[in-house]
């Protein structure tokens, strides 16, 4: 072999392994309960960067406004495992003849998009002038994250917990679980079909409980609520004993046929076989995560809702104190180092009321915060609207000149100006609740959607605190 060619290959190689050492990768998560706008927010955010030569909405994130991001194309990911998130879908939903939001999260789903960029760093510069940066972005439901402290239950334990939480509930809901259940003999055996039927029933009370009481600290296990690929597979087909004299007993000496011993045995395999995964891919090989809250209904349902929402947000936030619980960082080693917490459907409140919403987001947070941030995770919290749907406009309510957002109400289909009330930046007691009155309705996606570039409040912003740093 010449020495010409020979350097040739030895530059080239060198060239690689530089690209290599300069092309980064990084992983989003996204998460919040259902209807907290996971599938909005994925859609634009994946929409804003595709059409990132063109987008001159986002002054915020920093690499664009230098116009050293040069191209963004979708590309196809590594974990053909995990459904594709249906970006196309979601943009034919809204931009059809009749606009319509797209399809909720129902389960996990990525997307890859793949950006070129010009490197700033004058180094690097002088050995590639170009990089690329992959970003995953993973959608799944806020629900599944409640189900981390079952890691560290047995079925004995996850039982007492329920039977506590619905004795302290006040529990009044007539429901054919609890009667089916106080009917068993678990003991003896009892036939997959009735397993099955009595899981169902309870499945069912859960939500009823919920939709009543508006709590989510029975809502356990997650996939109960929303199963994803699991619905109808018979590892969610088990419940609670709530029996006092059966939870007490010893169960070691029954047959591995016994409903309790079915029971337990599933209950098992649930933790070991689709919690303890789950967390480890999701959750070990996550960069960053966003978490979205809908703040506004909690604004609309009051004093109890908010304490409720206070509560299942701390909950959420556990995964994230690693110092508090070192069996975490044991069993996961999570490398999360940015975490970013949005008041989704911004464009509900009025421009001037923003801050607000965001005050009223990080009292809801409290002490949650202070942990996080000791983690040494930087913690960054915003009001967003990923597709805002609504313009701000004077209008006169109840004799006052006031700003108030104008849109497409999706109830009645009606254009309509809505004063939603005036948020507080104060913690409320809880007298000062009952005092308040919040009307935030929604807002269809309209009909006159001129530009392919959704439009939005802050996505730059959300943009700049996860990826721009990575542009250097
Ligand atoms: P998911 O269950 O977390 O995936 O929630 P979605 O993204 O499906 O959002 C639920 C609903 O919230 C949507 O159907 C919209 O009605 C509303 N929504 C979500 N994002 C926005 C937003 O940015 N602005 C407005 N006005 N509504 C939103």
Redesign the pocket.
Known sequence: MSDKSSIKRLLSKAEQLVERGVDKRIRIAVT?L????????ITSFMNQLLHIVDNDQLPFLRAAKEGRILATKVSSYDELHIPEFKYKQSLDAIFGAQPK?????TGVSQAQLDIRYTIKNEWLQKLQKHSHLTIDIIDYPGEWLLDLPLLRLSFKDWSMQCRELLEQSGDVLESSWREQSAQMIYQKPLPDEEVAEVSSAYKSFIKQHFSQQQTYNLLQPGRFILPGELSGAPVLDFFPVLDIDILSSDWSSLSEESLIRTLEKRFNYYKKQIVEPFFKEYFEKVDRQIL?VDCLEVLNNGYQNYRNMQFTLSELLKSFHYGHSNWLKRMFSPSIDKLLIAA??A??VPPEQHRDLESFLQKMLQDSRNDIQYEGIELETLAI??????EAVMAEHQGQKLMCVKGVE?SSGEEIINYPGKLSSQALSKDAWQEQQYDFV??AIPGNLTSSILPHIRMDKVLQFLIGDKFR
Do not use: C, E, M, R
């Open positions: 919040g259902s209807g907290a706008g996971k599938t909005a927010f939001w797209p399809a909720s999260t979205l989704t459907k464009d509900h609207s990923a597709i805002k749907v609504t999706l929604d807002f």
